[in-house]
């Protein structure tokens, strides 16, 4: 049996799941209203008369009315009361939720209308056809004698046919028509069509990209619409005012002003204030809170899908799209682009079709630069550019995005090598666009500076990409300052100027430090940080012959950049007392909604299969949120450090030598490290999944000498390196473990925490075993390990099946005397960045990633026989560290972790962890020596290198 849990419950960081629906009569809701009314509590006139069988004491209290949560979509406007004024076809969208077992009804005026809509997250989504004459729509919800009625007051159609006329000359691009149509009911008496047509040619004049007059006329029909009462047009020309000020000038302050008096409104109109979290989501993306975008886009999406707003629902995946670009992971933005695409209906307008072929274009392009091989994608990028051409040429005529997509094509002619066309495409695009925005002209001189490098013109790449420098920092533009360093550094290189280039390529990694504050845990870092990494590249590839000890620090940087930001511990200490106490209280706030949220799934046994899937569902909804809250608080202890502080001489022992290995421009970096000093190779590009034999050559062969004169062995992989058993490669005839002790070091800055470890008299053990109860090698294991320890003298406290729970583990790996943990049970890897990883405990409970990142203190040594505790690097790009169960511990402060890379057998496992054990020895490399030898004479064919040891 092996110990990878075949079924993980759903749980922190679980996969979403939309519970099934019972049944119209089984809604599961908490209290709410439609459009901002209260539920009201039916009289008692209005209460079914009870059966002799709900008889109740006349003296005890009336039940209270259930809870009834509605919402409303699909109006030709929503007015302040609320109201809802029809659209043309007299159909509307209610989405309505209630409690299990509630008798629930919906009536537009008098007619009953069918529960035979499609059930979204727990409610019921009804398309409710209202007759003439129907002045209100009402649900009421009934249960237990007491019923919860919403009622929301219906109006008539609006009937403007010379707006609706206008409104087609505009879509159709025949801009002066409009403009002419519009103009007359914009100086007419009628206040609503005023309003509505002051809105209208607010977009006739973006079209014409005359953006000042845009904005005043957005700001006329705002007020305009605040008098008549007319609030979903009112958040609709909001919407577009941000849009505006956000895109053309980057006007942050100006464009947030223009949505947060929205909030107070949002009650009354759910459909708006679904659209809201989008345009904040498109703030954040453009002033670099990568992080805030994404929670606020995945809150948009639900919304939109519980109002059936297919639409906006198609808009939010291309920006979520977008922003996986951004971490690096652009196979997956190209898919989510791709399904935008086949959601767009046939006929929609031609300025929607010319944006989503844009966007793919751009999609195709970010996966031809991750691609070995781009043909293919750039193939792709440039016909979906064209297409987008054709129609910013012709039905869709806005010269600003008509631009983008000119730059679009530049890029991809660029990256084909058509350097001719690419510059013909640029002057292009600056022709049609003159006042670009700051993130369209970043790319112009980006553009340009790789045009001069390209034609032998360093002097004028430099110029060009110093004035990136500057209009970078002016408008906030993170991506630009780092493309300006690197671009820098580039032509200072070809200028013949090592020392300045390698500055500049230094200033690049720092900045790549600061960027991944943006990049939320579990959505990508490794590939973000992946995708920034050429500075770090071409820093370490420059200085391998010039500067190996100043090589060697860079690499080291580079690589444990994405862990070293995680650590907490020893930075807590230098926060003020305002600052840790905000820390603390949201450190506290994590443990406490974690332990009960684990404690949840205690009784899930109890539930049906729908109740069980649906509840599932609900705790991964709140485990996820309460991940984010956590990475959120890690902010607090990361803000004011240096992005990329110096990295110190690694603390090796005596005979203790480090091969680190870094990616250069063409192949790898090897470093051979001792208390005596750096040795540098370059080593050409190998694939992880070659021989044994032709990896241990090309390794290990170059580093003979010094592997020969050493007896402990410390290997710093990077990226696709890290997958390498190098305690398996072959040397003089044997495994390298037969030669010497091998641990993997993650190099973290430091070592191990200070204070975390349980250093001095700290003797105590932890052994938890099979907390399912389904692994009988588990249990003996814990056995033979609890008794081996106390014949050593150690304290074991043990917690056994059942009586593993979160809470009890939690707690007991904090305690001051625990100083070695010894897991014996499954492990399963998950997730981005390694995030949902956990150790399954009893009652449905896990010991997450997040949960190992917030102990206040580590065991010093810690022991995971289970499956995949020590792998990592499951997202396709992701370079530096990886995380893992393993390095979660390690990054919380314990000096040392025994863990495997991939599944392993129960029995296997059993036999080596007893021998570990039994070895009896303090260096954890010394005790998987000999447990592994073990193995290897028992059972040779067995996978008896899956286990490492792993050290900071």
Not at 861 to 888: I, K, Y
Request: charged share 25%.
């Amino acid at each position: 049996m092996s110990r990878r849990r075949a079924i993980r419950a759903a749980g922190l960081g679980a996969a979403l799941v939309v519970p099934a629906l019972l049944g119209a009569a089984a809604l599961v809701a908490r209290s709410g209203a439609l459009g901002g009314a209260t539920p009201s509590a039916g009289g008692a006139g209005d209460q079914p008369a009870p059966s002799s069988g709900d008889a109740r004491d006349p003296a005890s209290p009336a039940a209270p009315p259930p809870p009834l949560e509605v919402e409303l979509a699909g109006c030709g406007a929503v007015l302040a009361g609320p109201a809802c004024a029809l659209p043309d076809d007299r159909a509307i969208r209610l989405w309505i939720k209630a409690p299990e077992g509630a008798r629930v009804a919906v009536e537009a005026g008098a007619t009953p209308i069918p529960l035979d809509g499609a059930p979204i997250q727990g409610g019921l989504l009804v398309r409710v056809p209202v007759p003439d004459g129907a002045a209100a729509v009402s649900v009421t919800a009934e249960q237990n004698g007491a019923r919860a009625v919403v009622r929301l007051p219906l109006l008539p159609p609006l009937a403007a046919p010379a707006l609706a006329q206008a409104e087609a000359l505009r879509r159709q691009g025949r801009l002066d028509e409009a403009a002419s149509a519009l103009g007359g009911l914009a100086s007419g008496q009628d206040p609503t069509l005023k309003a509505l047509a002051i809105g209208k040619l607010a977009r006739v004049d973006l079209a014409r990209g005359r953006i000042p007059e845009a904005i005043a006329r957005f700001e006329a029909s705002i007020r305009a619409h605040r008098a008549a009462g007319r609030l979903s047009d009112e958040f609709l020309d909001r919407f577009a005012l941000a849009y505006t000020l956000l895109y053309n000038g980057r006007r942050f302050a100006e464009a947030r002003a223009a949505l947060d008096p929205l909030a107070p409104l949002e009650a009354s109109h759910p459909e708006g204030r679904a659209l809201k979290p989008y345009y904040d989501a498109l703030l954040s993306f453009e002033s670099g809170d990568l992080r805030a975008a994404l929670r606020q886009l995945d809150a948009s999406a639900a919304a939109a899908e519980r109002l059936g707003l297919r639409d906006h629902r198609r808009h939010v995946l291309q920006k979520r799209a977008e922003g996986l670009q951004l971490l690096g992971r652009p196979l997956e933005a190209q898919a989510l682009l791709r399904e935008a695409e086949a959601s767009l209906p046939a006929g929609s307008p031609p300025c929607e079709q010319a944006a989503l072929q844009n966007n793919l274009g751009w999609g195709a392009l970010q996966v031809a630069w991750a691609s070995a091989s781009p043909g293919g994608a750039l193939a792709d990028a440039e016909a979906a550019l064209e297409a987008a051409l054709a129609l910013y040429g012709g039905p869709c005529p806005r010269p600003a995005e008509r631009a983008n997509a000119l730059t679009n094509l530049a890029l991809a002619k660029l990256e084909a090598g058509q350097a001719a066309r690419a510059r013909a495409l640029l002057g292009e695009a600056r022709r049609t666009d003159p006042s670009p925005d700051p993130g369209v002209a970043m790319y112009w001189l980006d553009v340009e500076g790789r045009l001069a490098l390209d034609g032998g013109d360093a002097a004028g790449a430099l110029r060009r990409y110093e004035r990136l420098a500057r209009l970078a920092e002016a408008s906030a533009l993170a991506e630009g300052r780092y493309r300006a360093a690197l671009g820098r550094g580039q032509a200072l290189e070809a200028l013949g100027q090592p020392d300045r280039a390698v500055a500049a390529y230094e200033a690049a990694e720092a900045l790549r430090g600061e960027l991944s504050l943006l990049a939320p845990l579990g959505e990508g870092r490794g590939a973000f940080l992946g995708r920034l990494e050429e500075g770090a590249r071409r820093a370490v590839d420059l200085l391998l012959q010039r500067d190996p000890g100043r090589a060697l620090a860079a690499a080291r940087r580079s690589r444990a950049l994405a862990l070293a930001a995680l650590r907490w511990v020893d930075r807590v200490a230098s926060l003020d007392g305002e600052a840790r106490a905000r820390w603390e209280a949201a450190l506290s706030a994590y443990r406490r909604e974690r332990a009960a949220l684990d404690e949840e799934g205690r009784d899930d046994w109890r539930l049906s299969s729908g109740e069980l899937e649906a509840a599932r569902a609900a705790r991964a909804a709140r485990g996820r949120s309460i991940r984010a809250r956590f990475d959120e608080a890690l902010l607090l202890v990361r803000r004011g450090e240096p992005a990329a502080a110096p990295a110190e001489a690694p603390r090796l022992g005596e005979r203790e030598l480090m091969l680190a290995f870094h990616p250069i421009r063409d192949g790898w970096a090897g470093f051979a490290v001792t208390r005596d000093g750096v040795a540098a190779r370059r080593l050409p590009a190998l694939d992880p999944a070659a021989p044994a034999a032709t990896l241990a050559a090309r390794l290990l062969g170059p580093f003979e000498a010094p592997l020969r004169a050493a007896g402990r062995l410390r290997v710093a992989a990077h990226g696709e390196l890290e997958r390498i058993d190098v305690h398996a490669l072959p040397w003089d005839g044997a495994p390298l473990v037969a030669r010497m002790p091998v641990v993997y070091g993650l190099d973290l800055p430091g070592g191990a925490a200070p204070g975390a470890g349980g250093a001095g008299a700290a003797r105590g053990a932890l052994v938890v075993a099979d907390p399912q109860r389904d692994l009988p090698a588990a249990r003996r294991e814990a056995d033979a390990v609890a008794a081996a320890l106390e014949g050593q003298g150690r304290a074991v406290e043990r917690l056994s099946g059942g009586v593993a729970t979160h809470a009890a583990v939690a707690s007991a790996l904090e305690r001051p005397g625990i100083a070695l943990f010894h897991y014996a049970g499954h492990g399963f890897f998950g997730g981005i960045d390694g995030w949902d990883s956990g150790l399954p405990l009893a009652g449905g409970g896990q010991l997450a990633v997040s949960d190992i990142l917030s102990l206040r203190r580590a065991p010093a040594q810690v022991v995971l026989s289970g499956c995949d505790t020590a792998r990592t690097g499951a997202a396709p790009g992701a370079r530096g560290l990886g995380l893992g169960l393993a390095q979660a511990f390690l990054v919380a402060g314990a000096g040392s972790v025994i863990a495997a890379t991939r599944p392993v057998d129960d029995a296997l496992a059993e036999r080596m962890m007893v021998a570990l054990v039994a070895a009896g020895q303090d260096d954890p490399g010394a005790q998987l020596r000999e447990a592994t030898l073990a193995a290897l004479r028992a059972t040779p064919s067995s996978d008896w290198a899956s286990f490492r040891a792993l050290v900071p």
